[in-house]
């Protein structure tokens, strides 16, 4: 099952002054800095009610959010689902017809296990699968 949006990830080519513009524009602070080794980048978390915002910066330029802002400039980078079990999930949008990115899902920001969907089969959006680790795992 997905339960909601869980954050929108935007890119961003400098976080220290995007938290500062962020933190403006939201009248907060983010709640977590986290690099995610696995990714290369270096994100920070806004909580939104319900959802969050993520801010990444590319730690080089092997990291994905590199090439998309030397393609596409800063902006939204992916939309983040929370769903209950991700591997049922992963199977089920795999029999419907999705490519994903990694079948194996890798350790993401924020606690959490991710996948994600190739933009080509979801109209260009990068969809992001999360799961929240449970504490025994
Ligand atoms: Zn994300």
Same mark, same amino acid.
């Given at each position: 099952?997905?339960?909601?949006?869980? &954050?929108?990830? @935007? +890119?961003?080519?400098? @976080?220290?002054?995007? /938290? !500062?513009?962020?933190?403006?524009?939201?009248?907060? #602070?983010?709640?977590?800095?986290?690099?995610?080794?696995?990714?290369?980048?270096?994100?920070?978390?806004?909580?939104?009610?319900?959802?969050?915002?993520?801010?990444?910066?590319?730690? /080089?330029?092997?990291?994905? @959010?590199?090439?998309?802002?030397?393609?596409?400039?800063?902006?939204? &980078?992916?939309?983040?689902?929370?769903?209950?079990?991700?591997?049922?999930?992963? /199977?089920?949008?795999?029999?419907?017809?999705? $490519?994903?990115? /990694?079948?194996?899902? #890798?350790?993401? +920001?924020?606690?959490? #296990?991710?996948?994600?969907? &190739?933009?080509?089969?979801?109209?260009?959006?990068?969809? $992001?699968?999360?799961?929240? #680790?449970? !504490? &025994? !795992?």
């Amino acid at each position: 099952m997905i339960k909601k949006i869980e &954050h929108i990830g @935007i +890119a961003v080519k400098n @976080i220290e002054s995007s /938290n !500062q513009l962020f933190e403006k524009l939201l009248g907060k #602070k983010n709640y977590k800095l986290e690099k995610v080794e696995s990714e290369n980048v270096s994100t920070s978390f806004f909580m939104l009610g319900e959802t969050k915002i993520e801010l990444l910066e590319a730690d /080089n330029t092997t990291s994905a @959010i590199s090439k998309f802002i030397e393609k596409r400039g800063e902006g939204i &980078h992916h939309i983040a689902l929370d769903v209950e079990d991700i591997d049922f999930e992963i /199977n089920r949008l795999k029999n419907e017809g999705f $490519e994903i990115i /990694n079948d194996l899902v #890798k350790d993401g +920001a924020d606690n959490k #296990k991710i996948c994600f969907l &190739h933009p080509k089969t979801t109209n260009g959006v990068l969809i $992001e699968l999360c799961e929240e #680790k449970k !504490q &025994h !795992q």
